[in-house]
């Protein structure tokens, strides 16, 4: 089993930067990436990007790509969203998720992945 606890959302207006971030605990393996995902109201649930533990290489959708970034620290087994320039249509509950032994080409699959945090709001607003 593998818990991930989300904090850091909240209201910011446009232009402005937020970092979320996703603190996991349980099931060990470096075999694994951390996926960043949010949807809105109405809306199927977006990825945003990715990141494999292991190598620390990291996927975007284009919708964030110059925008969004997404590290970790292995120490903490924490993985950070840092968003920047942000726009009204961002606001979304913002989810990680943590899936193991997945390939590249299906980081952006949700349904790829195990386990997912509570998630948290972000809402983009003057």
């Known amino acids: 089993q593998v818990q991930l606890v989300e904090s850091g959302g909240g209201l910011v207006q446009p232009g402005g930067s937020l970092r979320i971030s996703c603190a996991a605990s349980?099931?060990?393996?470096?075999?694994?990436?951390m996926g960043w995902f949010r949807q809105a109201p109405g809306v199927d649930r977006e990825f945003i990007g990715a990141?494999?533990?292991?190598?620390?290489?990291?996927y975007y959708a284009n919708s964030v790509k110059g925008r969004f970034t997404i590290s970790r620290d292995k120490a903490k087994n924490t993985v950070y969203l840092q968003m920047n320039s942000l726009k009204p249509e961002d606001t979304a509950v913002y989810y990680c998720?943590?899936?193991?032994?997945?390939?590249?080409?299906?980081?952006?699959?949700?349904?790829?992945?195990?386990?997912w945090g509570q998630g948290t709001q972000v809402t983009v607003s003057s």
């Open positions: 349980g099931r060990s393996s470096n075999n694994f990436a």
């Open positions: 998720a943590a899936g193991f032994g997945l390939i590249v080409s299906s980081l952006s699959s949700s349904s790829q992945y195990n386990y």
């Open positions: 990141i494999r533990w292991s190598a620390g290489d990291t």
